[in-house]
Nanobody
């Protein structure tokens, strides 16, 4: 059974920090590209950050560069998102995603249930 379980969300003041975690099971984490997405009320879901398997290359949305950092622990099957200098516009539900590409298609594509992040004074 595939599971992606996010945790670490909550209410934080502007300028504060949060660390999200996503524990994966039921698929081969170490060979999967892992990413964090977010969805604000009334907006489409958007990519926040991603980290590839093997090389561990990362990429970020322009809006979070320099403030957020994605990392992975292939022993713990966990991907993290360290969020610093949070802004009200970072508010939303944050989702963890795991997938693996095979050729032109994805062999699998899994989502977590999401964790709420609210940045407000």
């Amino acid at each position: 059974q595939v599971q992606l379980v996010e945790s670490g969300g909550g209410l934080v003041q502007p300028g504060g920090s949060l660390r999200l975690s996503c524990v994966a099971s039921g698929f081969t984490f170490s060979t999967s590209t892992m990413s964090w997405w977010r969805q604000a009320p009334g907006k489409e879901r958007e990519l926040v950050a991603a980290v590839t398997a093997a090389s561990g290359s990362t990429n970020y949305a322009d809006s979070v560069k320099g403030r957020f950092a994605i990392s992975r622990d292939d022993v713990k099957n966990t991907v993290y998102l360290q969020m610093n200098s949070l802004k009200p516009e970072d508010t939303g539900v944050y989702y963890c995603r795991g997938r693996r590409r095979r050729g032109l298609h994805y062999e699998y594509d899994y989502w977590g249930q999401g964790t709420q992040v609210t940045v407000s004074s």
